[in-house]
């Protein structure tokens, strides 16, 4: 039985690093996510992670960084926010296009200007088109499990593509919860890279790849990202079994006999459960689905006949909330009420999710928090 | 005398165009280096001239990277490996452009974290790979893609800036001068930490002269003294055996002006600052070897 500690979600995905020993970190501080690496810095200073270290001079480098030692063949990791995301954009292509299994905490935090810390998922959704597997998490303990499943199920050699482990700022990377801090022992297995680099064995890396062969490769990462899905399921029932904690790539709360779904990702996915309970005492079926992986996109949301409210802390401006658009995209018959809510860190509370269900209007948007005449 | 392996790293039938000084340089790069080696390289010259997938150019690993991206590629892949225990040497392959411009910070970053890595920057003094844009190393007066009248302000003294981290080794070269490449990247990899080689690479489609004239002009530009050969091994600075020769009596830079078409709209005015800029820089240069010889 491991411990039941106290801790932040940045504390508790550092945790989960240690215990996945990667041989290098590389990072670069930004708000919120400081406290991930700064836990990091501190193990490897204490010995408590045999680990390499590299203060890089910028979030450009750490990815970059990140891509020199992993192609050796090593494990490792990173952490970002924000505009720490955007500035590794052209590296986050890189990473994946060389199927590097690179694992990064990413802290969703709003984009500027103005100046602004708070939580919003704009920074990672703008990153969607990478080749990086994504997941939102929504709770210190989940942030801790999914760190742990992200170097077994970027390593895995069908899948071979990086993880990002998306945490929304402050209100889960700042957080106090309990949660259990599991000894994977042997739940990630050795890294086997097929590609590393061999000096005896000396082969050429990302030289021109004309058109005939480049398609060839964009479609193997796209057969990888498919094949994910299964790993990421083998992984997820392997964790339960092993740990006793079950997760699924999208997190049902009462949906079976539900007529209103509630869609979102990250703490509002979880806040949203208490809006559900508030709207079943009043006699609305309501029930919440909580997308965790959102790349690979699930592709087997049951949500045939049942109205969606589905909230976006996000927005693509010119086209509206980005969930919202995939899900109609790939479920050409959902019914949906788009809700674009929490931008900046705006307040929303279960009252305020249960109040988008009780007046939704299908097939509109809505801005929470803009009068209706503007909306 | 420099006992130079016969035995070739480079394939044959590189893409390049002929004569180019990059490659020469190269090729006597790796054979000081040897076979331990991987080579870091951001889009350059040196990222066409490999050939196509699957074909490659180097009996090294080579590993392509972004543009600002060659020195933090190197610092992962050397922390990487020498967390590993191994000793394999990273060297990055980078243009003036990749190092001048777009890759300091990064270059900087690294320097300054005491990176155990070689970084080599090739200077063919403008964006070559591109079609020749001026970057920040392009000198003074020289015509390119972007500066169609001649470059209006100085070449950025890229060396003073790596300098300032204090580095254990650092040194300039030129490829027309292979034996001093093939000692100073032997001396360089023989020492821990980040060091830094600047070579001087003529271009013969950019800089406008005659493929068979890469190794003359390379040697004019030292024989004038608008690139002089030296070399910095903690904090004992020499000056280069062809340089210190050049350095009593250079040649006027008006005659290496005038063997290349780039400098062909240089006017006198610009001609005579350029011979300013390089009596300075030569004085500079005698004073720190002579300051240096005196604290032995």
């Known amino acids: 039985m491991s411990e039941l500690i106290m801790s932040t979600g940045n504390k508790a995905v550092a945790a989960a690093v240690k215990m996945a020993k990667p041989l290098v970190v590389a990072a670069y501080p930004i708000t919120p996510q400081t406290e991930i690496i700064e836990s990091i810095a501190d193990y490897v200073e204490a010995g408590d992670l045999k680990a390499r270290y590299i203060p890089v001079e910028s979030e450009h480098s750490a990815m970059t960084a990140c891509i020199g030692a992993s192609i050796t063949g090593v494990r490792v990791f990173t952490a970002t926010s924000s505009h720490g995301l955007l500035y590794m954009h052209e590296m986050l292509h890189w990473a994946a296009g060389a199927r590097l299994p690179i694992v990064m905490g990413q802290v969703n935090r709003t984009l500027a200007p103005g100046w602004n810390i708070w939580a919003e998922h704009t920074d990672a959704l703008s990153q969607r088109d990478t080749g990086w597997l994504q997941v939102y998490v929504s709770t210190v303990q989940e942030a801790y499990d999914a760190t742990l499943m992200a170097f077994r199920i970027a390593e895995d050699n069908r899948v071979l593509l990086p993880v990002m482990i998306n945490m929304d700022g402050f209100l889960l990377s700042h957080i106090m919860q309990p949660f259990e801090m599991t000894e994977p022992g042997d739940f990630i297995p050795p890294l086997d890279l097929p590609h590393k680099i061999d000096v005896n064995d000396p082969k050429g890396y990302g030289a021109m790849s004309p058109a005939n062969v480049h398609y060839q490769f964009r479609f193997d990462m796209e057969k990888s990202m498919r094949a994910s899905r299964t790993v990421i399921n083998e992984t997820e029932a392997e964790f339960a079994k092993r740990f006793g904690r079950s997760y699924a790539p999208v997190e049902e709360y009462f949906c079976d006999d539900a007529d209103v779904i509630i869609v979102a990702m990250g703490t509002l996915g979880k806040e949203a459960e208490v809006a559900a309970d508030l709207l079943r005492k009043e006699g609305i079926k309501a029930g919440v689905m909580r997308i965790r992986w959102l790349r690979p996109f699930p592709l087997d949301m049951n949500i045939k006949g049942k109205d969606l409210v589905v909230i976006d802390r996000d927005c693509s401006f010119g086209f509206g909330g980005v969930v919202a658009g995939e899900i109609q995209a790939r479920y050409p018959d959902a019914k949906i009420a788009s809700v674009i809510a929490g931008l900046g860190g705006q307040e929303v509370t279960y009252e305020d999710m249960a109040e988008f269900v009780r007046s939704r209007k299908m097939g509109t948007e809505f801005w929470f928090g803009i009068p209706q005449e503007e909306q | ?296």
């Open chain 2, 1 to 296: 005398m420099t006992e130079i392996p016969k035995e070739e790293m480079l394939l044959k039938c590189p893409s390049t165009c002929a004569g180019c000084g990059s490659l020469l340089a190269l090729r006597y790069i790796l054979k000081a280096a040897g076979k331990d080696t991987v080579l870091v390289i951001p889009a350059c010259c040196n990222s066409v001239i490999q050939g196509v997938y699957p074909y490659m150019l180097h009996t090294v690993p080579v590993y392509n990277i972004a543009f600002a991206a060659a020195a933090a590629c190197a610092s992962g892949m050397s922390e990487a490996l020498r967390a590993k225990g191994e000793k394999t040497n990273v060297i990055v392959y980078a243009g003036d452009g990749g190092t001048a411009d777009i890759g300091i910070q990064a270059l900087s970053g690294a320097l300054e974290r005491g990176e155990d890595f070689l970084y080599i920057c090739y200077d063919n003094e403008a964006y070559g790979n591109t079609g020749m844009q001026r970057s920040g190393a392009t000198p003074l007066g020289a015509i390119t893609t972007t500066t169609p009248n001649g470059k209006t302000v100085n070449k950025k003294d890229l060396d003073r800036i790596v300098e300032a981290h204090n580095l254990p080794y650092q040194a300039t070269a030129c490829s027309s001068y292979p034996a001093d490449i093939y000692n100073k990247v032997k001396k360089a990899l023989s020492i821990p930490g980040p060091k830094f080689i600047h070579i001087l690479a003529p271009c013969p489609p950019g800089w406008r002269i005659p493929s068979e004239k890469t190794v003359e002009i390379g040697k004019m530009a030292v024989k004038s003294g608008i690139w002089v050969l030296w070399e910095k091994e903690y904090d004992k600075f020499t000056v280069s055996a062809p340089s210190r020769a050049a350095m009593k009596r250079p040649v006027p830079v008006g005659e290496y002006l005038k063997a290349q078409g780039r400098f062909r709209k240089v006017d006198e005015k610009t001609a005579a600052v350029i011979q300013a800029n390089v009596d300075k820089n030569l004085k500079k240069i005698a004073l720190e070897a002579a300051q240096s010889e005196e604290t032995e």
